[in-house]
C-alpha cells in the first residue's frame, strides 16, 4: 500500500508558540491530503482538506486562522498550530488517497501536547 | 452528512475465540474502509470494501452496500489483534471519510 509519514511523532510546547506538523506522500503523488484530530477514546474527526496549490477547505468550527494549512508540493503538507493553548493537545493524524481506488492510508500521527 | 454505527462499542475475548464487529452507515458509499489503530495511535489499513467480500489471514470482511453494512470477521484471535476497529465511509455527495465512533477490543491470554 501507499506509504504517508509524519513529523514528528510527539512534541511538547509552551502555551503560546507554533507547533509545525510535516505530512509526506513517500511513493506517490498527492494533490489532496487530509487532516484529522482525534481526542482520547474518541473517533477520528476530520479538520480540513489540504489542496495543492490553494487554499485548504475547513470544517464547521475548526479556526482557519489556529490551524494553517500548507501543501506547497504535491507530496507535502503541513499543519501549523498557531499560538498553541493546552486545549490544543490532541492527536493529529493526515491521510491521502493512493492508488485509483481512493483508498485512503494515514500517517503515523503526532501527538501534541502545550503546556 | 453521512452517519456511521458500530457495534459492539466494547467486546473482550479471550485468546482463539472469534467475533464479528459490525457497521451500519446511513447512505450509499463509493468507499468503505475498515481500520486498526495500534496502542501507539496508528492507523492500520485493513480492508478496502465499498462492497463484496474479502479476507486476509485471520481477517475477513463483508460489505452489503444494498442493506447498508458491512461486517468485519476476527477468527482465533491473538493479543495482538487488540486495540480500536474503526469504520470509515466515504459517499460521492458527500466526499469525506467519516469515521464511526470505533470497537474496542481487547483480547485476553
Known amino acids: 500500500g501507499a506509504v504517508v509519514s509524519q513529523h514528528p511523532s510527539r512534541v511538547i510546547c509552551k502555551s503560546g508558540t507554533s507547533v509545525k506538523i510535516e505530512c509526506r506522500s513517500l511513493?506517490?503523488?498527492?494533490?489532496?491530503m487530509f487532516w484529522y484530530r482525534q481526542f482520547p477514546k474518541q473517533s477520528l474527526m476530520l479538520m480540513a482538506t489540504?489542496?495543492?496549490?490553494?487554499?485548504?477547505?475547513?470544517e464547521q468550527g475548526v479556526e482557519k486562522d489556529k490551524f494553517l494549512i500548507n501543501h506547497a508540493s504535491l507530496t507535502l503538507s503541513t499543519l501549523t498550530v498557531t499560538s498553541a493553548h493546552p486545549e490544543d493537545s490532541s492527536f493529529y493524524i493526515c491521510?491521502?488517497?493512493?492508488?485509483?481506488?481512493?483508498?485512503?492510508?494515514f500517517g503515523e500521527g503526532s501527538r501534541l501536547t502545550v503546556l | 452528512g453521512i452517519q456511521v454505527e458500530q457495534s459492539p462499542p466494547d467486546l473482550i475475548l479471550q485468546e482463539g475465540a472469534n467475533s464479528t464487529l459490525r457497521c451500519n452507515f446511513s447512505?450509499?458509499?463509493?468507499?468503505l474502509q475498515w481500520f486498526h489503530q495500534n496502542p501507539w495511535g496508528q492507523l492500520i489499513n485493513l480492508f478496502y470494501?465499498?462492497?463484496g467480500t474479502k479476507q486476509n489471514g485471520r481477517l475477513s470482511a463483508t460489505t452489503v452496500a444494498t442493506e447498508r453494512y458491512s461486517l468485519l470477521y476476527i477468527s482465533s484471535s491473538q493479543t495482538t489483534d487488540s486495540g480500536v476497529y474503526f469504520c470509515?465511509?466515504?459517499?460521492?455527495?458527500?466526499?469525506?471519510?467519516?469515521f464511526g465512533a470505533g470497537t474496542q477490543v481487547v483480547v485476553t491470554p
Open positions: 447512505d450509499s458509499v463509493n468507499n
Open positions: 470494501i465499498p462492497s
Open positions: 470509515a465511509v466515504q459517499n460521492l455527495g458527500w466526499g469525506k471519510l467519516q
Open positions: 491521510s491521502a488517497p493512493g492508488g485509483n481506488t481512493g483508498e485512503l492510508f
Open positions: 511513493d506517490f503523488q498527492a494533490t489532496t
Open positions: 489540504s489542496n495543492e496549490g490553494s487554499k485548504a477547505t475547513y
